[in-house]
């Protein structure tokens, strides 16, 4: 038996040379003068394994985030690409083409309006936007506004418009209870009379009320402005009645005096 430094040997007689073979942590090996022996093999510390790495939640997190960008961005993306692709896919918009008309009214000087925008006054042209309805009102003191709806073109004529004229109209002011009459007659509405759109003749307005004087008017056209209204304001005076004279007492009557002589007083 041979030992060497905590190691021990187990010598193997025979010439042979047997291969190098691990057996139960030993090697063989061929030591010199032919003898074949076995090296115990030297077993060295093992390290320790490597802890276990702290589990992270960072993978988990950025997985939520990712997965709520998929779910609110895409659909919006999405709908913002079919978008474009619909409007580069729709043919452009047509260009407006506008066109001038001529208005012309009877009688001149109407008021030509779209909506509350006053365009001009007639005779004149206005500028609208062509195969597009559109409306204008013509308006002018004295006549009755006329609303004209029509669609405009390339190289339509004129319009040629004519204003009806507008009724006279008399308000009549009077006291409470008074009676108003004109030409005679008794208005519902004291407040708006029509007259008509001609007056032929001149009004007559009378205002009675018992205990004042009547009042009487006559107008005729030239009174009524350019918007065809006149008003009448009744003032009534009352009637002052005559004082009776005051009633006076008798005279008294004379004494009679008696005939004769006068008795001569006894006294």
């Given at each position: 038996m041979l030992q060497t430094s905590n190691m021990e040997l187990r010598v193997i007689e025979g010439g042979g040379q047997p291969a190098a073979n691990r057996?139960?942590?030993?090697?063989?090996?061929?030591?010199?003068g032919g003898i074949s022996g076995i090296v115990a093999k030297a077993k060295l510390p093992q390290r320790p394994p490597a802890p276990p790495e702290p589990r992270?939640?960072?993978?988990?997190i950025a997985g939520v985030i990712i997965a709520a960008?998929?779910?609110?961005?895409?659909?919006?993306?999405?709908?913002?690409?079919?978008?474009?692709?619909?409007?580069?896919?729709?043919?452009p918009a047509a260009e407006e083409v506008k066109?001038?008309?001529?208005?012309?009214?009877?009688?001149?000087g109407a008021a030509v309006k779209r909506g509350d925008e006053t365009l001009c006054t007639t005779p004149c042209d206005v500028e609208l936007t062509a195969d597009e309805e559109a409306e204008l009102h013509l308006e002018m003191d004295g006549f009755v506004t006329l609303a004209h709806t029509f669609t405009p073109v390339t190289g339509a004529e004129p319009l040629a418009l004519t204003l009806e004229a507008a009724a006279y109209q008399?308000?009549?002011?009077?006291?409470?209870?008074?009676?108003?009459?004109?030409?005679?007659?008794?208005?519902?509405?004291?407040?708006?009379?029509?007259?008509?759109?001609?007056?032929?003749?001149?009004?007559?307005?009378?205002?009675?009320?018992?205990g004042f004087r009547t009042f009487r008017a006559t107008l005729n056209a030239a009174e009524f402005g350019d918007d065809r209204r006149h008003a009448v304001t009744a003032e009534l005076a009352p009637v002052r009645r005559a004082a009776r004279p005051a009633a006076t007492a008798p005279a008294p009557e004379p004494a009679v005096e008696p005939e004769g002589p006068v008795p001569a007083?006894?006294?």
């Open positions: 057996h139960f942590g030993v090697t063989v090996v061929s030591l010199p992270s939640f960072f993978l988990p960008f998929a779910l609110v961005a895409m659909p919006a993306l999405s709908a913002a690409a079919n978008h474009e692709a619909e409007a580069e896919a729709a043919p066109v001038t008309v001529a208005v012309h009214s009877t009688p001149e008399l308000a009549v002011e009077a006291p409470e209870g008074a009676t108003v009459t004109v030409n005679g007659e008794t208005p519902e509405n004291a407040a708006e009379i029509d007259l008509g759109a001609e007056l032929a003749e001149d009004v007559e307005v009378v205002v009675s009320q018992r007083n006894p006294f």
